[in-house]
Each structure stands twice: as C-alpha cells, then as structure tokens.
C-alpha cells in the first residue's frame, strides 16, 4: 500500500509513485534510494515546478543526482540528510532525527572552486567541496567517485 503524500506546491494529496500532481502539474521527487542519478529525459518542460522532497527547484533548475549523506564536522560529530546535485547548485538538508533537523546547506555551482574525493570508509567515501574562498565542507557518501563525476560534469561550461 502507497502512502498518499501532500504536493509542496498546491498541498493535493499526491500518490508518490505517480510523482505528479495532478492538481498543478508540479513533478515531486521522493526517491528512498541510496543514490540515484536522474535521466534529464524524465522532466518535461510542462511541469510547472520540480521539487525535491520539499525543495523547489529554480527556474530551469533541474536534478542531477541524490543520495543518502553525512554533512562531516569531525570523528565525533556529523549531521544525516540527503545530497542533491543539480545544473544549479549543490545542496543538502538534514532529515528529522537529527539533533537540528532543519540544517540546510547549499552552494551555487558557480561558487565551486573544486571537488575532490577524501577518506574512503569500505562502503561510503568522503567528497571534500570547497568553495571559491577555499572553505572546505566535507560529505560522506556512497560512491564518492560517481558524486565527483557528476559535479566535474556539471561544473564543466556548456559549450
């Protein structure tokens, strides 16, 4: 049995499998998988907004890939949400059985001086993205390597 889910955009109920409310046309994101990439393909210009989970994306805003990740602070402290890349920015927020569930992070790709992979921990690595000022903010991820390809390809100008 499906839970039924309320559309970030108008509050419909929404079937999640659908992915689309049929009240306003908007295309909600609300994968449990570990990491996925995104087949462009699957977002039609006729959606009206594209949300992930509750996160709007900006306008011709879309996702690129997702996951399960860590926001790292130190050996002793870290913080569980989602990652998501899009053509746009890259951006994490807590889920809510973190001490702050309402932590939200994001960083326009434009403002991305580098990505590179850390420590690899058997079934999950760290990404280290550091910033144009050169501040460093650390992810642990599941397939570090794919997460950094994804985001060279993304910083990568379009020709």
């Keep these: 049995m499906v839970k039924a889910l309320n559309c970030p955009n108008c509050a419909a109920t929404?079937?999640?499998?659908?992915?689309?409310?049929?009240?306003?046309g908007s295309y909600i994101i609300t994968s449990k998988a570990k990491q996925l990439t995104y087949d462009l393909?699957?977002?039609?210009?006729?959606?009206?907004?594209?949300f992930f989970h509750e996160i709007e994306m900006k306008k011709d805003e879309l996702p690129i890939r997702s996951g399960f990740a860590n926001i790292?602070?130190?050996?002793?402290?870290?913080?569980?949400?989602?990652l998501l890349l899009t053509n746009q920015r890259l951006i994490f927020c807590a889920h809510a059985l973190n001490i702050n569930p309402?932590?939200?992070?994001?960083?326009?790709?434009?403002?991305?001086?580098?990505?590179?992979?850390?420590?690899?921990?058997?079934?999950?690595?760290?990404?280290?993205?550091?910033?144009?000022?050169?501040?460093?903010?650390t992810f642990v991820v599941y397939g570090g390597k794919a997460w950094l390809h994804e985001i060279d390809c993304a910083l990568k100008p379009k020709k």
């Excluded at 929404?14 to 306003?24: D, K, L, S, T």
């Excluded at 790292?72 to 989602?82: E, K, N, P």
């Excluded at 932590?103 to 690595?125: K, T």
């Design 41 to 50: 393909d699957v977002f039609k210009p006729t959606y009206k907004k594209i």
């Design 102 to 137: 309402n932590l939200y992070w994001e960083l326009s790709l434009n403002d991305i001086n580098r990505a590179n992979l850390g420590l690899n921990l058997l079934i999950s690595q760290r990404i280290q993205i550091f910033d144009k000022a050169d501040k460093e903010t």
């Design 72 to 82: 790292y602070y130190s050996i002793m402290r870290s913080d569980g949400g989602r």
């Design 14 to 24: 929404f079937n999640p499998m659908e992915n689309i409310c049929e009240y306003c």
